[in-house]
Nanobody, 119 residues
Framework: QVQLQESGPGLVKPSQTLSLTCTVS??????????WTWIRQPPGKGLEWMGA???????HYSPSLRSRTSIFRDTSKNQFTLQLSSVTPEDTAVYYC???????????WGQGTQVTVSS
């Protein structure tokens, strides 16, 4: 069974860089036909797709976040990491990592982790 687990600080100061890691078990992040995705949900708002890293290592970002977002991976640990720079309180959200299947869309989610941007 595929499992995803987010980890990282729950509190980040404005202007700093938010960094979250997703550890995947039950599936290799280099397996074909899957992308590994970051999604967030600010309080009182809907889900926002942030970006993804494909099995071959290609990355894709939301146009609205591209200038501040980086996603990279450590295949030896089966992990992928989100970095979001120059954060503001508007980046306060629950952050999820997820698997995006070529056939079924997003089919596995992490439990989510709350990140608050505050001084």
């Amino acid at each position: 069974q595929v499992q995803l687990q987010e980890s990282g600080p729950g509190l980040v100061k404005p202007s700093q860089t938010l960094s979250l890691t997703c550890t995947v078990s039950g599936e290799s992040i280099t397996s074909n036909y899957y992308s590994w995705t970051w999604i967030r949900q600010p309080p009182g708002k809907g889900l926002e797709w942030m970006g993804a890293i494909a099995s071959g290592g290609d990355t894709h970002y939301s146009p609205s976040l591209r200038s501040r977002t980086s996603i990279f991976r450590d295949t030896s640990k089966n992990q992928f990491t989100l970095q979001l720079s120059s954060v503001t309180p508007e980046d306060t959200a629950v952050y999820y990592c997820a698997r995006d299947s070529l056939w079924n869309g997003i089919d596995y989610w992490g439990q989510g982790t709350q990140v608050t941007v505050s001084s």
